[in-house]
């Protein structure tokens, strides 16, 4: 487990001919890599070293700043900043890279060493906005979260009766995460199209079957076979149908995704950096779908089985 301590705030940059917002974190470099190491990896230009990649004096801009203002690495800047008593203040600073724009297309986060943010906020000591923490298994962020949240409780309200800290996941915060749960729902939408797909088409084929073989129908009904057993032939050629397409649809998705998995395809997210999709085989939710595809073979089997086994033996043998 890693943590980082933040300062966020609103600031000015001005370049001597033209200035713009930005936002600000002030981090300490060491314990900001170890806790979102892939900072280090959007650096585009300048300063990739973990512990001094904001160094005192220093600056890491986004790439739409960079390109707005035309800064470039090396470039100095002027940022300025009220502090909490409306007090103006200005430093100096120096570009010390170009980062990807991790907030978006349009996002102006920037980020200073914590102590230039005490400089120019004229902080005796750091006053800390922000502590983000990294776990080391994903699937414990929950209860992470719960045990923290129980932690920070003890420390009481406020004024305004509000928690004294507040305590958010990445999901909360991430607007890749909004964009992940519409994914999901769009998913969710497509499986159950799917699915309608699957039932119409089942039926259809077993529909037509039943038309296609009404005289053979008659001739094994004539020979005593009962209406149970006939029903019976046409349930195992659906389920068939469904086991043999589903298991080949499994492995074909398999495959694909060990292959997308080996040469991990880079997708670019509009201009907030590249992405390398590197997806796991979820073999529970491949088991879950065969069994979906069945019983809704099953049920799309069930018309045309009924039909076939209730069918007249003389108007059977009499159809052309």
Avoid at 14 to 29: D, F, G, I, M, Q
Avoid at 44 to 56: A, E, I, L
Wanted: aromatic share 6%; charged share 15%.
């Amino acid at each position: 487990m890693a943590f980082s301590e933040r300062i966020r705030f609103g600031a000015m940059i001005s370049n001597y001919e033209e200035t713009t917002n930005v936002r600000l974190t002030a981090v300490n470099p060491t314990q900001e890599a170890a806790t979102c190491p892939g900072i280090i990896e959007r650096i585009q230009q300048g300063n990739k070293d973990p512990t001094s990649f904001v160094s005192p004096g220093s600056v890491l801009i986004p790439q739409s700043l960079a390109a707005g203002m035309k800064l470039k690495v090396g470039s100095e800047v002027v940022l300025i900043a009220t502090n909490k008593d409306g007090s103006i203040n200005g430093l100096t600073m120096t570009v010390a890279g170009i980062s990807e724009n991790v907030m978006g297309p349009q996002g102006k986060d920037a980020y200073i060493n914590i102590e230039d943010a005490k400089t120019i906020l004229r902080m005796e000591t750091p006053e800390i906005s922000e502590i983000a923490i990294k776990v080391k298994d994903f699937a414990k962020v929950d209860s992470i979260m719960a045990g923290v949240k129980a932690e920070l409780a003890k420390l009481g309200t406020g004024p305004n009766g509000k928690p004294m800290l507040e305590f958010h996941t990445w999901s909360d915060l991430s607007p890749f995460s909004s964009i992940a749960n519409m994914i999901t729902l769009l998913l969710v939408m497509t499986r159950f199209i799917l699915l309608f797909i699957v039932l119409v088409s089942v039926m259809n084929v077993m529909t037509m079957s039943v038309y296609e073989r009404i005289g053979e129908i008659g001739t094994i009904s004539a020979i005593g076979t009962i209406p149970s057993r006939i029903g019976a032939l046409f349930l195992t050629e659906g389920l068939a149908m469904g086991l043999i397409s589903s298991l080949v649809g499994a492995l074909v998705g398999i495959v694909t995704l060990v292959i997308i998995g080996i040469f991990k395809m880079p997708i670019k997210f509009g201009n907030g950096g590249t992405f390398l999709i590197t997806p796991q085989i979820p073999y529970g939710e491949v088991v879950l779908s065969i069994a979906v595809v069945l019983i809704i073979s099953l049920v799309a089997t069930v018309g045309p089985a009924i039909k076939a086994a209730r069918m007249e033996v003389v108007d059977a043998l009499r159809h052309v």
